[in-house]
């Protein structure tokens, strides 16, 4: 059952077994706040028992674009539309989020990006990434980083 992500109110709820749980709800937040003020819309997420094929369709670009293969376990995801862009969100317990952007019209428009709570350690399948530093009033410093990629999926 999909549920609303508010920015008001930060809730660990879907996120509890995080170590940095209210970190990873702040980030979860961040990009709640960041869809509502760009585009109006709800960021609502599912948990992951729910949404195994945001989560398969994340995990096969993944591994099929660069051999990853995340070992945490996925809490929750979401798939929004916005104006031709597909954006799949996957929130994993160590605290680590993925987003693929993905476009069917325009190739050069597509990316996987990671964004990790604070508190957590970069994990081993991306201690190849270089990671960007972003505050936020919610989700405190996110580390950033993102791949291009234009394959179809």
Excluded: C
């Amino acid at each position: 059952m999909a549920h609303p992500v508010s920015f008001d109110i930060v809730s660990t709820a879907g996120l509890e077994t995080s170590p940095v749980a209210a970190a990873l709800a702040g980030l979860r937040a961040h990009e709640a706040r960041y869809f509502k003020n760009k585009y109006d819309i709800e960021f609502t997420v599912q948990p992951a028992k729910t949404a195994r094929a945001i989560i398969d369709r994340v995990h096969e670009i993944l591994e099929q674009e660069r051999h990853i293969v995340i070992s945490s376990t996925p809490l929750e995801a979401t798939t929004l539309n916005v104006g031709g862009v597909r954006w799949d969100y996957v929130f994993y317990e160590s605290g680590l989020s993925i987003n693929v952007l993905y476009t069917n019209d325009d190739p050069a428009k597509r990316a996987v990006g990671f964004k990790l709570s604070e508190g957590m350690d970069v994990p081993a399948e991306l201690s190849s990434f270089k990671f960007a530093r972003q505050k936020s009033k919610l989700a405190g410093t996110i580390r950033g980083s993102y791949f291009a990629f234009k394959n179809n999926y």
